[in-house]
T-cell receptor, first 110, second 112 residues
Framework: DQQVKQNSPSLSVQEGRISILNCDYT??????FLWYKKYPAEGPTFLIS?????DKNEDGRFTVFLNKSAKHLSLHIVPSQPGDSAVYFC?????????FGKGITLSVRP | DAGVIQSPRHEVTEMGQEVTLRCKPI?????LFWYRQTMMRGLELLIY????????DSGMPEDRFSAKMPNASFSTLKIQPSEPRDSAVYFC??????????FGPGTRLLVL
């Protein structure tokens, strides 16, 4: 039973355009959401987070949007750069535990 | 800041052998997590500690897996005996709060 779902396994965008990565969750007890980025042969690195009391959080080129009623969050990267090519994991937190989605592979074409 | 340190980075062993994975968390962090990543199941939480005490081990697959944290700067994950289906990448992560976790580079385990 997947509580955090990233339904698209991959996304390809042109350099300079917007990348939109989506994530859905089913557990209404989740109160904190995070995005992690992972390069091959490395551990996931924290990218950006959002509390359930907010609907938007921005950090430079990265913005995360949360729609609690739809149990949906998204990560926007603007403008996308070739160095953004990686696997992106959505994660949700409840009582100290993080539940991860299976990840989406983003490819940014020069 | 050295980050989370894991050893070994790669481990190849034969079925039935004991495997010990090691982790040094970031200094000052009071939470430590062990995860396993596979193609089929993605990134799964196995167990986590708070102040060296195991809090939730519900993700540990079976009795062949055990984890310890004898002090604030060291943790081990042991598999005995190992089986081919244990082949995966094992990550250790630590955090100051329970929300933002910082991951090590992982140990890639192959059990033949």
């Amino acid at each position: 039973d997947q509580q955090v779902k990233q339904n698209s396994p991959s996304l390809s965008v042109q350099e300079g355009r917007i990348s939109i990565l989506n994530c859905d969750y089913t557990n209404s007890m989740f109160d904190y959401f995070l995005w992690y980025k992972k390069y091959p042969a490395e551990g996931p690195t924290f990218l950006i987070s959002i509390s359930s009391i907010k609907d938007k959080n921005e950090d430079g080129r990265f913005t995360v949007f949360l729609n609690k009623s739809a149990k949906h969050l998204s990560l926007h990267i603007v403008p996308s750069q070739p160095g953004d090519s990686a696997v992106y994991f959505c994660a949700a937190s409840s009582r100290s535990k993080l539940t991860f989605g299976k990840g989406i592979t983003l490819s940014v074409r020069p | 800041d050295a980050g989370v340190i894991q050893s070994p980075r790669h481990e190849v062993t034969e079925m039935g052998q004991e495997v010990t994975l090691r982790c040094k968390p970031i200094s000052g962090h009071d939470y430590l997590f062990w995860y396993r990543q596979t193609m089929m199941r993605g990134l799964e939480l196995l167990i986590y500690f708070n102040n060296n005490v195991p809090i939730d081990d519900s993700g540990m697959p079976e009795d062949r897996f055990s984890a310890k944290m004898p002090n604030a700067s060291f943790s081990t994950l042991k598999i005995q005996p190992s089986e081919p289906r244990d082949s995966a990448v094992y990550f250790c992560a630590s955090s100051f709060s329970y929300q933002t976790q910082y991951f090590g580079p992982g140990t890639r385990l192959l059990v033949l």
